[in-house]
């Protein structure tokens, strides 16, 4: 398997969502993903805003930014 993904770990660090099996097994497996894991639990101990985390991240290019919402049109 791959690596998992910053942006997986990022949201299972922070309680989000959960590792498919597969994902859990590599967890335990691999050591990169593992150590970026505990990373981001680092983090997030240090921080209690979780989207100001991930925009702090994002500004470091280790995470995607976040995905900004439609802006809203206004019609005449």
Not at 26 to 32: G, I, R, S, T
């Amino acid at each position: 398997m791959a690596h998992i993904s910053d942006l997986a770990l990022f949201d299972y660090a922070a309680g989000k969502t959960d590792l498919t099996t597969q994902e859990t097994e590599h967890l335990q497996d691999c050591d990169d993903c593992r150590e970026e894991f505990i990373e981001f639990q680092r983090v997030f101990r240090d921080s209690a805003d979780t989207q100001k985390t991930r925009n702090f991240l994002a500004e470091g290019e280790d995470l995607p930014l976040p995905a900004e919402p439609p802006k809203e049109l206004h019609r005449s």
